[in-house]
C-alpha cells in the first residue's frame, strides 16, 4: 500500500497522469493544462483586471477552462498588479501569479512565465491586449497546420490595425525591423507583436537560451528559432494600440540596438550552444471548435 502510494505521488510529480485519470478537473490543471498562456505585468493595476476577466471569459465559452492555466508574470510591480491577481485566482483555478525578483523587464517576464508554464501550447500576450484574446484560434491553426512557433504581426495585413500606433512609433518600429534583417537576417515584417505561440518542444529549446531581458528579447527568440530550425509563422492578427505605453523610443530604442548586436555576440561565442533538453510531442490536437 504504501509503495504504490509512493509511485502515485511519483508519476503525479512527473505529470506521468493526466486529470481525466485521476478523474478530477482541478487536477487536470495543476498537471496537465492544454494551453498555457503567459501574461506579463508591470505596473498593470489600470488595466490588468479587465484584460484578466476577457481571457477567462473567453475561455469559459471556448469550454477551454479546465484545459488552460494563466500565469501573470508581475514584473516587480509598486502598484496592486499582484493583488488583483490574486484576488481573481480565488474564483478562478486557472490563474496563477509568479513573481520576479524586482523589475527586470518583459524579456525575462516573458522567459520566467514560459519556464513555468506546463502546456502543450504556450502562448504569451501583452497585459493591454492589444490583439484580443479572440485571436487566438489564428495563432493555434497556424501551429496545427504545422508550425512550431506562430507569431501575431500587425504588419502582414495592416488593414486589421483598427486603431495604429502613433506616427514616431510606426516609423521607429519599421527602422528597427530593417535593422534585424541586415544584422540578424530576421525575415518577418514584424517581430515585436506582443502574441506569440509556441509548441511545447520550441519553448523548451528555446527559453532556457534566452538572455536579453527587456524589449530586445522577441528577436532574439526568433533568431534562436532560426538557429534550431523551428519553422515559424508570420500571422496576420487584428491589433489596436492601447494608450498607457511605457516605452521611450530614445532610451529605449538604443538599448534594443545594443540587445540586437548582442545577439549576434552571444551566438558567436557560443552561448546559444547549451544542450538540446528531452524533446516534447508536438501539440496537434486542440480542444474546443475546430480552427
Ligand atoms: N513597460 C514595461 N512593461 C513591462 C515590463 N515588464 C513587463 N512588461 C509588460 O510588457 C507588456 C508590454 O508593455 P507595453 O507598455 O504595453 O508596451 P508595448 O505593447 O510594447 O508598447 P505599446 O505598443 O505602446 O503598447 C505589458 O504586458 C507590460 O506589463 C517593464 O519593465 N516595463
Ligand atoms: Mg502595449
Redesign the pocket.
Same mark, same amino acid.
Given at each position: 500500500m504504501a509503495a504504490s502510494l509512493i509511485s502515485l505521488a511519483a508519476r503525479i510529480r512527473n505529470r506521468e497522469l493526466s486529470g481525466l485519470q485521476l478523474g478530477t478537473r482541478n487536477w487536470k490543471l495543476i498537471l496537465d493544462p492544454t494551453y498555457s498562456i503567459v501574461? $506579463?505585468?508591470?505596473?498593470?493595476s489600470a488595466r490588468?483586471g479587465g484584460s484578466l476577466e476577457k481571457i477567462l471569459s473567453y475561455l469559459a465559452e471556448q469550454g477551454w477552462s479546465a484545459e488552460v492555466e494563466v500565469i501573470v508574470?508581475n514584473?516587480? *510591480?509598486s502598484d496592486d498588479?499582484a493583488e488583483i491577481v490574486l484576488r481573481l485566482a480565488k474564483n478562478n483555478p486557472a490563474l496563477r501569479l509568479v513573481e520576479?525578483p524586482g523589475? !527586470? &523587464?518583459? &524579456?525575462? *517576464?516573458?522567459r520566467n512565465g514560459m519556464l513555468q508554464a506546463r502546456g502543450r501550447v504556450l502562448i504569451f *500576450?501583452?497585459?493591454?491586449l492589444?490583439s484580443p484574446i479572440e485571436e487566438l484560434p489564428k495563432l493555434l491553426k497556424a501551429l496545427n497546420d504545422g508550425a512550431e512557433i506562430a507569431i501575431g504581426s500587425r504588419w502582414l495585413q495592416a488593414e486589421l490595425q483598427t486603431q495604429r500606433? $502613433?506616427l514616431h512609433?510606426q516609423l521607429f518600429g519599421r527602422v528597427f525591423n530593417l535593422l534585424l534583417r541586415i544584422t540578424l537576417g530576421l525575415r518577418f515584417k514584424d517581430t515585436?507583436c506582443?502574441f506569440k505561440a509556441f509548441q511545447q518542444r520550441a519553448a523548451q529549446r528555446i527559453f532556457p537560451l534566452q538572455r536579453i531581458e !527587456?524589449?530586445g528579447f522577441d528577436p532574439e527568440i526568433l533568431f534562436l528559432a532560426r538557429k534550431f530550425g523551428l519553422s515559424v509563422q508570420e500571422v496576420p492578427v487584428a491589433w489596436a494600440?492601447?494608450? &498607457?505605453?511605457?516605452?521611450h523610443p530614445l532610451p529605449d530604442g538604443s538599448r534594443m540596438f545594443w540587445e540586437m548586436l548582442r545577439i549576434r555576440w552571444y551566438d558567436l561565442t557560443g552561448k546559444y550552444d547549451g544542450p538540446a533538453p528531452a524533446t516534447a510531442k508536438p501539440a496537434k490536437t486542440l480542444p474546443g471548435k475546430p480552427v
Open positions: 501574461v $506579463p505585468a508591470y505596473n498593470e490588468l508574470v514584473d516587480g *510591480s498588479t520576479n523589475n !527586470r &523587464g518583459k &524579456g525575462y *517576464s516573458v *500576450s501583452d497585459a493591454d492589444s500606433q $502613433p512609433r515585436q506582443g !527587456r524589449w494600440h492601447v494608450g &498607457g505605453t511605457r516605452i
